[in-house]
């Protein structure tokens, strides 16, 4: 690939798709937008929706040849991204996702940067998004350091540079087939892991803050805990293939998890048998009013009505304590092929 950053190379964008009819029409336009010098492509890995998704995106090739779809009847999001990858005809790789929109300017920036630096990925910050009610409660969530611990892509306030991992990515081709592309053994996380085998063969992930990509969540409270829930199992497994080789804010919410389950036994007993039960019952009690003040209190100085406040409270808690379960089964009983069932109509 050129280093020449006035010649542009092709760009094919990649996105895994399943019962997605409320948002893929906005993410494709979102990429067909994009005033990119070079020749573009996107390839849709489509799963077997139930929603009329699949006949939507039919609708939208017809008008637009630059617009491919492959057949991904597994529906896992790797196997999707590798099926799309494998009938690219472009050197650079962009991914996408039904849930996000791209904002102007974004492919030419990170092209750029790609070139530039030179980097093997560059990513950049996930900003969440959403319809009044529960799911603008959601994307608060997401956007706050307390929802999702802090990563360095859910924050614009950070420096670019090298990094752990990056939102979605636009990668080179090459180095994507030097690592195999995604690991199709995992149905969660393949992103982070993914990254983690180019940091460890020599390639450079490079975070741009200034690529603020924005990303529709879940909008029910059942979507949102199930989707954590698969998230945390296979953070877990991942976990247990790679060790200690995690930042610690992601045992956080199965610590929590852990504390709380543990006061369900410890309090009751700690009141009935007293001596050093109480003792245990006072430290998990203290922890988990430690917990509720800290939600408290962020609920509280968000902003919104007292409905819009109790909602963003009720998404943090919910985020934390479905990772946190889904965590503690997957570093214990791996991931075990379990699926994100809000993706399933």
């Known amino acids: 690939m050129s280093s020449n950053p006035e010649v542009f190379p092709g760009v094919s964008y990649v996105m895994p798709v399943l019962n997605e009819v409320g948002y893929i029409e906005s993410a494709v336009h979102s990429i067909l937008a994009q005033e990119y010098p070079g020749q573009t492509e996107i390839v849709l890995a489509l799963g077997p929706s139930t929603d009329g998704t699949n ?55 990170a092209v750029e940067t790609l070139l530039r630096v030179p980097a093997d990925n560059v990513g950049g910050i996930m900003s969440a998004a959403g319809s009044p009610g529960v799911q603008a409660a959601i994307a608060r969530a997401y956007n706050s350091r307390i929802g999702l611990g802090g990563g ?31 690991d199709e053994s995992l149905l969660r996380a393949e992103d982070w892991e993914m990254n983690h085998r180019l940091r460890q063969s020599g390639h450079l992930v490079w975070l741009d803050p200034t690529l603020l990509v924005t990303y529709w969540p879940r909008s029910s409270w059942q979507a949102l805990s199930r989707q954590f829930f698969a998230t945390g ?47 245990a019952a006072a430290f998990f009690v203290a922890v988990d009013l430690a917990y ?54």
């Open 152 to 182: 360095a892509y859910h924050s614009s306030d950070v420096a670019g540079g090298p990094a752990e991992s990056a939102y979605l990515g636009v990668m080179r081709a090459s180095a994507l087939a030097d690592i195999g592309g995604f």
């Open 55 to 109: 006949e939507l995106v039919a609708s939208l090739a017809e008008g637009d040849r630059r617009i491919r779809t492959v057949h991904n009847p597994r529906s896992a999001i790797p196997v999707g991204l590798n099926l799309a990858i494998r009938s690219c005809v472009h050197p650079v790789i962009a991914r996408v996702d039904a849930h996000t929109e791209l904002p102007a300017g974004y492919t030419k920036r």
């Open 233 to 279: 199992i296979w953070r877990g497994e991942l976990v247990r293939r790679f060790k200690g080789r995690h930042p610690l804010r992601f045992f956080a919410p199965p610590l929590l998890t852990t504390a709380a389950l543990t006061s369900i036994v410890v309090v009751p007993l700690g009141i009935l048998l007293g001596g050093w039960l109480a003792l």
């Open 292 to 345: 509720l003040t800290v939600v408290t209190g962020a609920a509280a100085l968000s902003p919104g009505s007292l409905l819009d406040r109790a909602r963003f409270g009720g998404a943090l808690v919910i985020m934390h304590f479905a990772w946190g379960a889904g965590f503690l089964r997957g570093v214990t009983r791996g991931g075990r092929q379990s699926l994100d069932r809000s993706r399933h109509g």
